[in-house]
């Protein structure tokens, strides 16, 4: 049981570039979700999914799309990256709503934008 | 909107007790958390409490909630090399259905 994997786990972009961070839960739960972490804040949620075929903004969700074909994946898609994307995204998994459950998280994926 | 604060170091000796303290603004708070993110691993849910308690202890960690001042603090007693970690506060409410209000995170640092 691998519970969340994120890939990559290091990228460097140039602005204007795209590129897709991947997210894979083998727990098949229903919810998933994308965060960000800026320096000395706390997360901020980019979008969420209730399942597959279901997907829905977050906090921050400008500069990103998301996509849920399958329980297990939950891409999030950068289009033309800009500095202010430089973060640590953390993708979690819950089985049902947040309030109630455990979420478990993938490592972390570490962008810089220049 | 709602906040969560915590302060971003906190050095301990080995062998002391560690006390990481947060601060929420949500009045309505039901469920609040405590996650430990270790070095180059994802957050582990490391304990909770409901907003209706006022302590809950779990071997060497003790959760004190005070409502009034809304304010959560993690202690961890006899503090091991192995609790260097980033600890996050995280709460929600009723209306928490998909996002909770995450703190920045207090980086645990131990001195031999």
């Known amino acids: 049981n691998a519970g969340v994997t994120q890939t990559p786990k290091f990228r460097i972009l140039k602005i204007g570039q795209s590129m897709t961070l991947q997210c894979t839960q083998d727990?098949?739960?229903?919810?998933m979700y994308w965060y960000r972490q800026d320096p000395g804040m706390g997360l901020k949620l980019i979008y969420y999914?209730?399942?597959?075929?279901?997907?829905d903004k977050g906090e921050v969700p400008n500069g990103y799309n998301v996509s849920r074909s399958t329980t297990e994946d939950f891409p999030l898609r950068l289009e033309l990256a800009a500095p202010s994307q430089t973060s640590v995204y953390f993708c979690?998994?819950?089985?049902?709503?947040?309030?109630?459950?455990?979420?478990?998280f993938g490592p972390g994926t570490r962008l810089l934008v220049l | 909107g709602e906040d969560v604060e915590q302060s971003l170091f906190l050095s301990v000796r080995e062998g002391d007790s560690s006390v990481i303290n947060c601060t929420y603004t949500?009045?309505?708070?039901?469920?609040l958390y405590w996650y430990k993110q270790e070095p180059g691993a994802g957050l582990q849910l490391l304990t909770y409490i409901f907003s209706n308690m006022d302590m809950k202890q779990d071997q060497r960690l003790t959760v004190l909630l005070n409502k009034k001042d809304k304010h959560l603090s993690l202690r961890i007693a006899d503090t091991q090399t192995g609790d260097s970690a980033i600890y996050f506060c995280?709460?929600?409410?009723?209306?928490?259905?998909?996002?909770?209000?995450w703190g920045a995170g207090t980086k645990l640092i131990i001195k031999p």
């Open positions: 999914s209730v399942g597959a075929g279901i997907t």
């Open positions: 979690a998994s819950t089985l049902g709503r947040v309030l109630q459950e455990t979420q478990y």
């Open positions: 949500d009045s309505s708070s039901t469920y």
């Open positions: 727990m098949n739960h229903n919810y």
């Open positions: 995280a709460e929600g409410g009723p209306d928490s259905n998909y996002q909770l209000i």
